[in-house]
T-cell receptor, first 110, second 110 residues
Framework: DAGVTQSPTHLIKTRGQQVTLRCSPK?????VSWYQQALGQGPQFIFQ???????QRGNFPDRFSGHQFPNYSSELNVNALLLGDSALYLC?????????FGPGTRLLVL | RKEVEQDPGPFNVPEGATVAFNCTYS??????FFWYRQDCRKEPKLLMS???SGNEDGRFTAQLNRASQYISLLIRDSKLSDSATYLC???????????FGKGTKLSVIP
């Protein structure tokens, strides 16, 4: 049984560009949450998707948007990238309370 | 005051030692509590949920004090493989997001 998968594993972009990150949840999970983890910090909640809708959003600007597809997979889009967006982006899937994390996408903005 | 606070460490302990981590949270309406462990450059993995009555899983014991808004994790008979960052995690009532502390780094030394 595959766990949570994310792609790509690493990405380098320049300021002002746009990026799309992808996540496939664990089998049987219907909810996807996205987190940003800067170096030396704990993960910060970006938003959660359930039934193809954004169910809750953290304190992130509108440059961060997402989508959930009918097969429960999800995308995170970040527009107008800033240097400060450099971080590990983690996707977590869940069916009930417990959230299981994918390996993350490491984004570097130059 | 930060929502979830932890001593960042590092805690350097010899194999076989007992080590305890503490965590405080600011939202008295918090409903669910967890400890995750994160190895270097990897994703967070659930170590254990924390219940009001306290709970144990092998060498690991978690305690919750709602009155003091305090969570603890005790690791007995430390192994080299316990070396990781331990993240204290809280979920507020009616919220889907997990709020993480910055983590406490543990190094178990031979």
């Amino acid at each position: 049984d595959a766990g949570v998968t994310q792609s790509p594993t690493h990405l380098i972009k320049t300021r002002g560009q746009q990026v799309t990150l992808r996540c496939s949840p664990k089998s049987g999970h219907d909810t996807v949450s996205w987190y940003q983890q800067a170096l030396g910090q704990g993960p910060q909640f970006i938003f959660q998707y359930y039934e193809e809708e954004e169910r809750q959003r953290g304190n992130f600007p509108d440059r961060f948007s997402g989508h959930q597809f009918p097969n429960y997979s999800s995308e995170l889009n970040v527009n107008a990238l800033l240097l400060g967006d450099s971080a590990l982006y983690l996707c977590a899937s869940s069916f009930a309370e417990t959230q299981y994390f994918g390996p993350g996408t490491r984004l570097l903005v130059l | 005051r930060k929502e979830v606070e932890q001593d960042p460490g590092p805690f350097n302990v010899p194999e076989g030692a007992t080590v305890a981590f503490n965590c405080t949270y600011s939202n008295s309406a918090s409903q669910s509590f967890f400890w995750y462990r994160q190895d270097c450059r990897k994703e967070p993995k659930l170590l254990m949920s924390v219940y009001s009555s306290g709970n144990e899983d092998g060498r690991f014991t978690a305690q919750l004090n709602r009155a003091s808004q305090y969570i603890s994790l005790l690791i007995r008979d430390s192994k080299l493989s316990d070396s990781a960052t331990y993240l204290c995690v809280v979920r507020g009532a009616g919220s889907y997001q997990l709020t993480f502390g910055k983590g406490t780094k543990l190094s178990v030394i031979p």
